[in-house]
């Protein structure tokens, strides 16, 4: 157990840790937003994410991006390929709702067979993704999308540190990526109590049959909820992309796994708790892997979520959407 490393640079892992979770947070985003009006785990959202990142690299490929472009150009490149990621993984996030979940909720499934189609439906896509794309075109798309291999990304920003305080470096893409996270979720959190389609939401997450009754179109919230956190799910892409800079077909399950936990974490159904638990479980695992070793990270993350769970089976921040369910 290396303490001396974790304590030393206290500070530089908290700032690492923060940048991974906002990820995890605005992923996680998509499951609470679902969970909260429908009671529903969409096990296939993880899925939307991956489709957001290729998005990202085909646009970026389509106009080819290469590494550390000019100002004016990494910013027309970032909106590209924000505007690709959030119509990509909001448009497969409408498709499943449409294409599988509708039809089961008109026969009364019963939630283990919702269930059993998220996860076969995550199957599908990472299928689809690792065997179909790179055959298409005549062959035209494997240097593209690399079949079931880890593909790179160009560096659109290039990274430096911004400032110091003490031992603790602060680098430009750490900086956008928290911010951005921190205001796309603002943003959500604003329309969802702010505005009349964010009261439509609450109303069916609280009593579907008195919204009914009271003229909000359930249809139609469900699908808003799916294409929200479709968009949450494509602007993570579009970080993760800058972040880390890789993709691959099976990217999105341990993600998806974790930003699973991020909600349940901070309260699944809570969009303000999908933040709290992001960012925690981010710290988390940075703080665990110094501890201890890197690949110990994952096992440290569900440990984190078993204890919290024992002890605030609602998660840190509890319910929101859904609690007039309860």
């Known amino acids: 157990m290396n303490f001396d490393e974790l304590f030393g640079h206290l500070g530089q892992h908290t700032v690492d840790g923060l940048s991974k979770g906002a990820i995890y947070a605005l992923i996680a985003l998509g499951y609470t937003l679902v969970y909260g009006v429908l009671r529903l785990i969409n096990f296939a959202h993880s899925e939307v994410f991956m489709v957001g990142t290729f998005a990202v690299l085909g646009v970026w490929t389509a106009f080819g991006v290469e590494n550390n472009p000019p100002a004016g150009q990494a910013i027309l490149f970032l909106v590209l390929g924000l505007i690709a990621a959030a119509v990509a993984s909001g448009g497969t996030a409408l498709a499943i709702e449409r294409i599988a979940y509708r039809p089961l909720r008109r026969k009364n499934a019963p939630p283990l067979i919702f269930l059993i189609t998220a996860i076969g439906l995550s199957l599908v896509l990472v299928e689809v993704f690792g065997l179909l794309l790179p055959d298409v075109a005549g062959g035209a798309l494997p240097s593209l999308f690399g079949g079931r291999q880890i593909v790179g990304m160009p560096t659109i920003i290039k990274q430096e540190t911004l400032f110091e305080i003490g031992n603790t470096a602060i680098t430009n893409i750490q900086v956008i990526v928290f911010v951005s996270a921190v ?144």
């Open 183 to 326: 205001v796309m979720m603002a943003l959500l959190d604003w329309f969802i109590n702010r505005t009349r389609y964010g009261r439509g939401v609450r109303a069916v997450a609280q009593n579907p049959e008195t919204a009914a009754l009271m003229g909000v179109n359930q249809e139609r919230v469900i699908m808003l909820i799916f294409v929200l956190g479709g968009i949450m799910a494509g602007a993570a892409a579009l970080l993760w992309s800058m972040r880390f800079g890789f993709t691959q077909n099976s990217i999105g399950f341990v993600l998806g796994l974790k930003a699973f936990t991020a909600a349940v974490l901070g309260g699944i159904g809570n969009l303000r708790g999908a933040l709290v638990g992001g960012l925690f479980l981010g710290i988390v695992e940075v703080y665990g892997a110094t501890l201890f070793a890197s690949n110990w990270e994952d096992v440290i993350a569900f440990i984190v979520l078993i204890v919290v769970l024992m002890f605030r089976p609602t998660g840190l921040l509890g319910e929101s959407l859904g609690r007039a369910r309860a």
